[in-house]
């Protein structure tokens, strides 16, 4: 069985392939998979790439406009990500972990996943790494409180429970408005977020089912953290965060041998913070 | 701000900079006790350990974490088990006593 990770990247104001070529370096690391990565034209043509192991060009269709709440600065910016749901077709493994490019495997966590019974693999509990609970309001969807999972990283197999998932996805984003309405939440942006976590409650048989939860918590850090330093000896990110909320007073931790989605994108595409972790990446695939 | 003012703030920031860095710690070594065998997912436990030693039989069926019976070998899993609590804990005391001996993380 063919096993490898999935990426969409589509650069914006920000340089998601160079993101994604760095992941790819880390998914070969940790979990001794290819990568394949999907993205267009454009952002090929600015970003040399060193890790990917295959390319899928194809154009994005449409985009959201978003905001990210930065500690220096809001960045407005189109959200390209519309077509994970053709991750089914796309990918070229019978076994796939589907990953957002700022989603860093410093860890072979996940490699465990593979080769196990399950068909379709996400997370249902995230864990801020600031210690603030700043995902708290995203446990739950909408005013019916469908429990929300996280479509940063999905694992599935070419199956007839993933490709419904998949082809499920497809409907909710085609008819967003009306699932919105239907349960209750803001009709923009589209997140795929919401439309994951819709798909698999209802083939699950309108009901949350833990067996396609990874059993751990999502790392993550927040918009609102900064990336201080990457220790690549340590395999360690040193990192700022401010204090309840508000930023006359920051907390500093660091994180080691830990997966991570780094949600600070000014932070992540900073080419210094990269070369540092593919000098870790290097280290020990060279 | 008075001296003894800072002193309280540092202190509490301090304080909730370790219980951060403590917790983040702790989720890594959550993880880190799973272990994969023969299609099922086990977590290192103390009790999982206890049992498998003293379990009369090698070949039985146990619940994992994702509450399915799965078919092991017990002193293939055991080993397994074993292997990966020894390494996770003494990384954890490692690390955890480098935390509890600064003030501050970026000491680290």
Known sequence: MSRGALIFAYNNDFDYLSMADVA?????????????VITDAASLGGTSIRYIDNI???ESTGGNTRSFI????????????????????LSPYEQTLMLDSDYFTFSDRLKHMFGTEHEFLCFGRVSDVTGQDTYESDRL???????????????????EFSK???????????????????????????????????ALHTLSGYATDRRHFFPWAMP??????SVLDYRPELNEIVYEYPVGGKTYTHGVSKSRDMDLHLMNKLDVTDNNLLDKIRKYIDAETN | MTDISTKLKAQAEAKFELTVARKTLEERVEQQLLVAYNGGLFRASTELIAFLS?????????K??????????????LAKLSQAYSTVMNDWHTEYHELVKVRKVADV
């Open chain 1, 141 to 159: 969807i909408g005013k019916h409180s469908l429990p929300m999972i996280w479509a940063t990283a999905v694992y599935f197999t070419k199956s």
């Open chain 2, 64 to 77: 994992d974490e994702y509450n399915r019976p799965v078919e092991i070998y017990r002193i293939v899993l």
């Open chain 1, 56 to 58: 899928i060009t194809k």
């Open chain 1, 220 to 225: 993550s850090m927040t918009t609102r953290a």
């Open chain 1, 24 to 36: 790819a370096g880390l998914v070969k690391k940790n979990l001794g998979i290819p990568t394949t």
């Open chain 1, 70 to 89: 930065l500690p220096t600065a809001t960045v407005t910016t189109t959200w390209r990500n519309l077509n994970r749901s053709d991750a089914y077709e």
């Open chain 1, 164 to 198: 419904l998932v998949f082809e499920f996805v497809k409907v909710i984003k085609e008819n967003y408005r009306y699932y919105s309405l239907l349960y209750n939440f803001s009709p923009k942006p589209f997140r795929n977020d919401f439309a994951f976590s819709i």
């Open chain 2, 54 to 62: 003293t379990w009369p039989v090698d070949v039985l069926y146990l």
